[in-house]
C-alpha cells in the first residue's frame, strides 16, 4: 500500500492499493480511505412534529389536507402527527398518543379565509365581498379590491387558540426539561412555509 501525497480530501492524504506512482500516471484512480467519507446513515434525524386542529372544526377534512400539505414541504414531514383539542383541554387517548410520539415542535393550526375559499368558495366570496361593501360604504374612492381580498384570505376566520393553561401541561407532560418557563406552541396557515427549526425539502 502506498500514499498519495499530492490528492487529498481535507487534511488527510488519500490511500490506494498498489506501489508509489508518479505524478504523470493519469490512470491512477485513488480510493479514499472509508474514515473520510461522512456518515450519511447516521445524520440526525427530522424534527417530529405534532400539529393540533379545532376539534369543533366544521371542515376539519379539509383542514387536516391542508396540514398534510404544509408537513409535505418539511424534510421528514411524514414523521408527524395530528391531535385535535378545544384549545382548552385534550382527550386521554391523544395525551398517550403525544407521550408516546414525544414531539420534538408542537404546531397549531389556524383557519382563514382562504380555507373556507378551497373548500365553500361561495361562502368566502360572500364574505370577501362584505367586507369590501363595507370599506365602500365608508367612501374609500382608493379602494384597491385586489390587494384587498389578497389581505382578507389571510384573515383568521375562527377564535381557536391554545389556553395558557393547556400550553403549560403541554410544556410539563412533553418537555419537563425545557429551559424557561414559557413553551410556544407555534401556528400555522394555509400557505405558509416550513419556519425554523424545520427544513424545508427540494422540490
Not at 135 to 161: I, P
Amino acid at each position: 500500500m502506498g500514499v498519495c501525497r499530492d490528492v487529498s480530501v481535507g487534511s488527510s492524504p488519500c490511500i490506494y492499493q498498489g506501489r508509489n506512482r508518479s505524478e504523470n500516471d493519469l490512470s491512477f484512480q485513488p480510493t479514499v480511505n472509508e474514515r473520510e467519507i461522512p456518515d450519511l446513515l447516521h445524520a440526525p434525524p427530522p424534527h417530529r412534529a405534532a400539529v393540533l386542529i379545532n376539534v369543533n372544526d366544521p371542515m376539519w377534512q379539509g383542514t387536516c389536507i391542508s396540514i398534510i400539505e404544509f408537513l409535505s414541504q418539511c424534510w421528514g414531514g411524514y414523521h408527524s402527527i395530528i391531535v385535535p383539542t378545544d384549545g382548552d383541554s385534550i382527550e386521554v387517548v391523544f395525551w398517550k398518543l403525544l407521550s408516546a410520539f414525544d414531539p420534538d415542535l408542537i404546531f397549531y393550526y389556524n383557519r382563514t379565509v382562504a380555507d373556507v375559499e378551497r373548500w365553500d368558495p361561495q361562502q368566502a366570496e360572500k364574505f370577501v365581498q362584505d367586507q369590501i361593501d363595507k370599506f365602500r360604504a365608508q367612501g374609500d374612492d382608493d379602494l384597491d379590491e385586489m390587494s384587498l381580498r389578497e389581505q382578507m384570505l389571510k384573515m383568521s376566520v375562527d377564535s381557536f387558540k391554545i389556553s395558557p393553561d393547556l400550553t403549560r401541561l403541554l410544556l410539563e407532560r412533553l418537555s419537563p426539561f425545557h429551559f424557561g418557563d414559557t413553551y410556544n406552541v407555534i401556528p400555522i396557515r394555509n400557505g405558509d412555509s416550513p419556519p425554523h427549526p424545520l427544513t424545508k425539502s427540494l422540490t
